[in-house]
Nanobody
Framework: QVQLVESGGGLVQPGGSLRLSCAAS????????MGWYRQAPGQQRELVAN???????KYGDSVKDRFTISRDNAKNMVFLQMNSLKPEDTAVYYC?????????????WGQGTQVTVSS
């Protein structure tokens, strides 16, 4: 069974930093891409960042130059380093694995981790 488990969320002041981690129960190269999405109350889930198998990264416009996605291939983990956090970054952050054409499901999701940016 494929599982994605996030950790690292919490409360941080504006301008602060957090690092989110996502541990996969299978090789991250089983996915086409690994990524982070977020969902704020009353809003749609949106892409924060993803990293494809080949290493290509993509970021949402609102987080470019502030957030960095990375991975540890040996540990089957993906990370999201978040710097210069703003109140509008407050959301539940979800780890995602794109299994299209490779795994039984198109999308795999973690349980989510809350990030709150507030003074």
């Amino acid at each position: 069974q494929v599982q994605l488990v996030e950790s690292g969320g919490g409360l941080v002041q504006p301008g602060g930093s957090l690092r989110l981690s996502c541990a996969a129960s299978i090789s991250i190269f089983s996915f086409n891409a690994m990524g982070w999405y977020r969902q704020a109350p009353g809003q749609q889930r949106e892409l924060v960042a993803n990293i494809r198998t080949g290493g290509t990264t993509k970021y949402g416009d609102s987080v470019k130059d502030r957030f960095t996605i990375s991975r540890d291939n040996a540990k089957n983990m993906v990370f999201l380093q978040m710097n210069s956090l703003k109140p509008e970054d407050t959301a539940v952050y979800y780890c995602n694995g794109d299994g299209t054409g490779r795994l039984p499901n198109v999308d795999y999701w973690g349980q989510g981790t809350q990030v709150t940016v507030s003074s």
